[in-house]
């Protein structure tokens, strides 16, 4: 069974930092293209980063970039967002999800597979 498990999220303060990790299962995300999505309260789900099979080509959205980086681990299986200058506009619940595609996208409606999600709250 095809699973992405999100982990990392939680509470920090303005200006503070978080790791989010994406696990997969059941299949092994060498040959696919990861993203991560997040959803705000009474908001649509909003694109935020991906990063194409290889991690060599990544994307972000202008409100993260600088403050957000995508990478990935083939052998751990596993797809990272390190998040620093957190602002309490980037809380939302964070999604990876993968594409079976090689180049990265920042369109939801391209990936396959969906994660349950994970929240993250920057509050002071």
């Known amino acids: 069974q095809v699973q992405l498990a999100e982990s990392g999220g939680g509470l920090v303060q303005p200006g503070g930092s978080l790791r989010l990790s994406c696990a997969a299962s059941?299949?092994?995300?060498?040959?696919?293209?990861i993203g991560w999505f997040r959803q705000a309260p009474g908001k649509e789900r909003e694109f935020v980063a991906s990063i194409n099979w290889r991690g060599g080509t990544t994307y972000y959205a202008d409100s993260v970039k600088g403050r957000f980086t995508i990478s990935r681990d083939n052998a751990k299986n596993t797809l990272y967002l390190q998040m620093n200058s957190l602002k309490p506009e980037d809380t939302a619940v964070y999604y990876c999800a993968g594409r079976t595609d090689l180049s990265a996208s920042s369109y939801s409606h391209n990936y396959d597979y969906w994660g349950q999600g994970t929240q993250v709250t920057v509050s002071s």
């Open positions: 059941g299949f092994t995300l060498d040959y696919y293209s």
